[in-house]
Every structure is written in structure tokens, then in C-alpha cells.
């Protein structure tokens, strides 16, 4: 895969403040994630010499940040995204030292991870990725099973949304705007159609089919008064995209909108958003 390649068949558009929504929800991924799975990768990693981690829509590192240090041995860590600034800011955030002390390395690789095959994963001894499979399509969480299940390495994907979202106090409102949000979610944008909600499930069947065992876990946000800069930006950016999905929930929401973001900047608005990560092992 070239980096010209790479950057024309790149999907994914990203906001110019991405970056500073990925530190924002950083504590809370780290909250929300399931170590019991991190406990099954532990035990499949043996030897001395470096095992090798691909991490999938890496941005600014914050999986690896928090996963480099659980894991034993030796390790050599893939950075996977399209955008060079997030990359630079994965590898220069990412730790040198593992569990018990073992060295960290870490290389960058731009390019569309959607197009990523066996050959590419050879020698993995673990993809992983985080908040990132609802922003794919059927076929290239396909494409994306079959490159972790040819390689024979397990694949440990966290923080995928279920469509869930349950706010506190409740509002007649906020069921209308969570079914938007799951619409726009699963959106057809340059061609490809978003799974969104769906996507855990169709990458598990995925997984089933080429014979490998999966286990899920949930890992819901708990938003509450201690988050309450995050809650604000999550239910900013939740409710643009229930009106941008359907427009006409401008008028309608306009002092829900205003009342919930009081709430939100007080810490009033306590928020539960449904995740569920994912471990696939070859049998």
C-alpha cells in the first residue's frame, strides 16, 4: 500500500478539532473498557523476542497509552491512521516501557486501513482498535475479519457503540434525537454505508465465520458530574447529528437544547452511552 494510494482511497473525513475530542474522551474509553479481555490477550503473548501490535485508527495513541503498559514482554506497536499530525502525536505520547519493564517500540503507517490484508498483518501478534468499527461498512469490516483471521492473531476491538444512550433526568425529547443520531450513524456517505450500532455485531458474525471464538463485553460511559466538559461536547455533537440527519429537529429542540446544555456545563446531566469491546481468538 503507497502513500499515494493510501490518501486518495482514505474514507474517512475527520473534524480539524479531532484531536482535542479524542483527549476529551480519553479517561472515559480508559473508564469503560473491559480488562477481563485484556486478561485472555495477556495469556496468548509468550516469548522473548518482540511481539508485534497492530493498532487500527490509532489518532493521538490513547489505546496503546493505556494498553502497552498492561501487556508483558518485549512489544513493537503499528500505528495505523490517514492523518500524519494524529500520528505524530500517537508515536511521541506512546510509552517506551512495558509491564515488568520491557522496551516499547513504535512505528507510524498512513494509509486506509479498510484496505488492509493478511499480507499486511503478517507476524501480528494482536490487532487491536478503539472507536472505531461503526465508522466502517459490511464490507470492509469483511475485508478487515478476514486480514485478522488470515494472519491467525487475535483482535481485540473496544469502544464500538451499541445505539443506546440513556440521559438523566429523562426528557420526552431525548428518545427522538438518540433514533436520529442511530440514522445518521448508519448514513451512506461518499458511497459507503455506515453500520454504526450494527457494526459489533456484524464484526462478531464476521469473526464466527472464518472460525474464531468471540467474546463481547460492555464497556458504557458513565458521564456524571466529574465529566461534565465531556458531557457537554458528547451531547453537542450527538444532537447536531440527530439535525443534520433529520433538519426539521432544529425548531423542535431548540429549548431542549438550550436547558440540556445548561445542565451539561453544571454537571446536572449525568449520561449513559452503551459501548460493547470485542476479542476475537483463532480456536
Keep these: 500500500m503507497t502513500e499515494q494510494q493510501a490518501v486518495q482511497d482514505a474514507p474517512i473525513e475527520l473534524p480539524p478539532d479531532f484531536a482535542q475530542w479524542l483527549a476529551l474522551r480519553e479517561p472515559a474509553d480508559v473508564a469503560a473498557r473491559a480488562t477481563d479481555l485484556v486478561d485472555t490477550v495477556r495469556a496468548t503473548l509468550t516469548g522473548d523476542t518482540p511481539y508485534v501490535v497492530h493498532d487500527l485508527g490509532a489518532g493521538t495513541g490513547s489505546l496503546g497509552r493505556w494498553l502497552a503498559p498492561l501487556l508483558p514482554g518485549p512489544q513493537h506497536w503499528v500505528l495505523y491512521d490517514q492523518d500524519p499530525d494524529l500520528l505524530a502525536r500517537a508515536r511521541a505520547g506512546m510509552p517506551t516501557v512495558a509491564a515488568g519493564g520491557a522496551p516499547v517500540t513504535v512505528q507510524t503507517r498512513r494509509g486506509d486501513l479498510t484496505r488492509l490484508t493478511a499480507t499486511d498483518l503478517a507476524g501480528a501478534a494482536l490487532v487491536t482498535a478503539s472507536a472505531l468499527l461503526d465508522m466502517l ?108 440527519q433529520r433538519p426539521e429537529l432544529v425548531d423542535l429542540t431548540h429549548e431542549y437544547a438550550k436547558r440540556r446544555r445548561n445542565e451539561a456545563n453544571a454537571g446536572r446531566l449525568g449520561v449513559l452511552v452503551d459501548h460493547t469491546d470485542l476479542l476475537a481468538v483463532p480456536r
Excluded: K, Y
Design 137 to 244: 461498512t459490511a464490507a470492509e469490516i469483511e475485508r478487515l475479519v478476514a486480514a485478522c483471521a488470515g494472519a491467525g492473531c487475535p483482535a481485540l476491538f473496544l469502544i464500538s457503540v451499541t445505539g443506546t444512550v440513556r440521559l438523566t433526568p429523562a426528557d420526552p425529547l431525548d428518545v427522538e434525537i438518540a433514533d436520529a443520531f442511530n440514522a445518521h450513524q448508519r448514513r451512506t456517505v461518499g458511497g459507503r454505508h455506515l453500520l454504526g450500532p450494527g457494526a459489533v455485531d456484524a464484526c462478531a458474525a464476521a469473526f464466527t465465520r472464518h472460525g474464531m471464538t468471540v467474546r463481547t463485553r460492555p464497556s458504557p460511559w458513565r458521564l456524571g458530574p466529574e465529566q461534565a466538559a465531556l458531557t457537554a461536547q458528547w451531547f453537542t455533537g450527538w444532537l447536531d447529528a440527530a439535525c443534520e
